[in-house]
C-alpha cells in the first residue's frame, strides 16, 4: 500500500466511524440475516469472526451513572451465571477513552460519549474486543439490549451451561430511535394488573426499546388509583359486582371484581420503570369514562345519581358534569396527587367517546354554556365546545404546574388549545390533520395498533378478542408518514402499541395479545424507514424471538 493508499484508508475508516456515530439513516444496513436484533438497528455492517463473551472483562468507563453501571454489571453476572466462566466487572478511576483505546482493551469495554445523546449507541464487535459507546442511560440499557441479542438465547434462561462460550458476531452497529415516543398502553381499569404483572411487561418494553408506559388507570368499570381526598374512589370506584360473561352484554357473572393501586405501589411501578428508561404516563379518562368516580362520588355526574362501577363493556352516558365548579375542583385535586407521584412532563387525559347526551339536559351545563357563550355552529354542537372547554381547563392547571396533556383524538374536535397533543386512535386522519394545523401527535391507529383484535380470522380459534383481525404483517406494515404531508412529519412525536382488556383478564393472555405484535410495533418506532422488511423481520422473529420470549417465560403466539 502506497503512502497516499494508507492515509485514503484511514480517511475512509474514519468516515465510517463518523458515520457510526451519527447513526444516518441515509446509511443503508447491509442485510446479515445472522444478526437477528430486533428492532432492527439503524446501521448495521457485520465483520468475519466472532467475540467469546463468556468470561471476558467488564470495563466501565466511571463516569457512566450508578445506576447505567448496575445494568451492565448484572449483564456480566448473568454470562457468569450461565457460562460458569467468569466476567470480572471494574470501572477504573482512569479509564478515559483514550486510555482504554491506547491499550487496546481486551474484552468488553463501556465508554460514555457525551455528545450521543440519551438514546444513541454504538457497538464495535472485533475478535479481541467489544467496544460500546452512549452518552447516556437509555442508550447504554439500549446497547445491553442489542448486546444480549446478538448473543445466544441461552443468556435470557435459568439454564448453566458450562460448554456455553457466547460467541458474538463481528459487527459494527450505530443505532438510534426513529420516533422519541415508542408509548406501550395498558388497560388496568377494565382488568386489574398487580404490580408484578406490570414489571414483566415493562421489562419486555425495555428488551425491544420501547420508552413511554401510558398507565390507562380509570374507566367505567374501575377507578385504579388512590387519592387520599377522596377515599371513596377506590372503597367503592375501584370494585364492580360482576362482568359479564364472553360477549353477552345482558349477563353478570355476579363475581365482585376490582382492585388499586396505592400511592406507595405507583411510585414504586415509576422507580422501575425509570430504571428501564421508561417514563409512566398516567391517564386520567375525563370527562367521558368516568362511571367508577361517579359511583363514589355521585354528586359529580350530571343528574346526581346513584352510579354504580359499571359491569359490562361499551360506553357510559354517564359522565362528569361540566358545569358544576365542584367537578372541575375534583380534577385538580386529583392531578394535585398524581402530579406528586409521576413525574411525566405528559398527564394524559382521556378526551374520547364521551357521549353528549346527559350535559344536552342538565341545567348546569347548559347555564355553562349559557354563561361561555358557546354555540352550535353547523360544525359542531355547544356540547363539543364544552368539552373543549373541560379540556382546556385541565390543560391550563396542568401547564401552571409544568405539565403537558395529550388526549385521544376526540379533544381535536371543536376548539383545541395550543400545546395539546393529539394521540390519533379512530384512524390516522385525525392525527394528520391534527400534525398539519401545528400540534403535535403520537399515532395509534386501531387497525393498526390495537393489539386487543384478533390473530386469526377465525375467531373460534384464538382466545376472546375485540372481533377486528389484526395480523402480525399488518401491524408490522404502519408506516406513520404514509399520506402525511412532509411539512408536518416534525410533529409526529411517535407510535403507541395499545392493549386494552375488556377481555382480557389476565397476565398470560395479555401477553399472547403483545407478542408477537408489540415486537412489530416496536420495530416501527424504532427502525428506520429504509430499514424496514418484513421477511427479515419474520426470520429473525422465527430463528430468536420466540426463543427469547421462551426462556424468559412469556406467552406468546406463533405466526
Ligand atoms: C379508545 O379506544 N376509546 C381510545
Ligand atoms: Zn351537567
Known sequence: ???????????????????????????????????????????VETGKGTFRAAGAYFNCDPRIEVRTQRAIRALADRITFVSGRTCSFASPVGLTP?????????????????????????????????????????????????????????????????????????????????????GLLLDCSRHFYPVEDIKK?????????MNRFHWHLT?????????????????????????????????????RYGGYYTQDQMREIVAYAEERGITVIPEIDLP????????????????????????????????????KEESYQFLEDVFTELMDIFPSEYFHIGGDECPKKEWSHCPS??????????????????????????????QKFLAEHGRKIIGWDEIFEGDLAEGATVMSWRGVESGQQAAAAGYDVIMTPKWYCYLNYLQSEDPSTEPLGHGHFLPLDKAYSYE???????????????VQANMWTEYIATQEHMEYMLLPRMVALAEVQWSPRDAKDYGRFYASLKRKGYEIFKQLGYNYRTY
Open 288 to 323: 367521558g369514562h368516568m362511571q367508577g368516580a361517579l359511583a363514589a362520588y355521585p354528586q359529580l355526574g350530571c343528574t346526581g345519581g346513584p352510579y354504580t362501577v359499571r359491569t359490562t363493556w361499551g360506553v357510559s352516558e354517564e359522565v362528569l358534569c361540566a358545569g
Open 98 to 182: 483514550a486510555a482504554a483505546e491506547s491499550k487496546r482493551t481486551k474484552g468488553f469495554l463501556f465508554l460514555k460519549e457525551e455528545a450521543m445523546g440519551d438514546e444513541a449507541y454504538t457497538i464495535d464487535i472485533s475478535p479481541k474486543a467489544c467496544i460500546v459507546k452512549a452518552g447516556g442511560h437509555s442508550g447504554f440499557l439500549y446497547a445491553l439490549q442489542t448486546l444480549r441479542q446478538l448473543m445466544p438465547v441461552s443468556i435470557f434462561g435459568m439454564q448453566t451451561d458450562a460448554s456455553e462460550h457466547f460467541p458474538m458476531p463481528c459487527v459494527k452497529i450505530a443505532d438510534k430511535p426513529r420516533f422519541g415516543y415508542r
Open 480 to 494: 406513520p408518514f404514509e399520506g402525511l404531508d412532509a411539512s408536518a412529519e416534525g410533529h409526529i412525536l411517535g
Open 219 to 255: 374507566d367505567d368499570q374501575g377507578w385504579r388509583v388512590e387519592i387520599k381526598k377522596y377515599p371513596r374512589l377506590t372503597q367503592v370506584g375501584a370494585f364492580r359486582t360482576g362482568t359479564m360473561v364472553g360477549k353477552d352484554f345482558d349477563s353478570n357473572d355476579g363475581v
Open 1 to 43: 500500500m502506497t503512502p497516499i493508499e494508507n492515509i485514503m484508508k484511514r480517511i475512509s475508516l474514519l468516515l465510517l466511524l463518523a458515520a457510526c456515530c451519527l447513526a444516518s439513516p441515509a446509511l443503508r444496513a447491509k442485510d446479515d440475516l445472522t444478526v437477528d436484533v430486533i428492532p432492527r438497528p439503524a446501521l
Open 365 to 394: 351545563c347548559q347555564e355553562r354554556i349559557r354563561q361561555l357563550g358557546l354555540k352550535a355552529d353547523g360544525k359542531h354542537s355547544a356540547e363539543v365546545y364544552l368539552q373543549n372547554y373541560v379540556t382546556a381547563r385541565v
Open 201 to 209: 411487561t415493562l421489562d419486555l418494553m425495555l428488551l425491544f426499546k
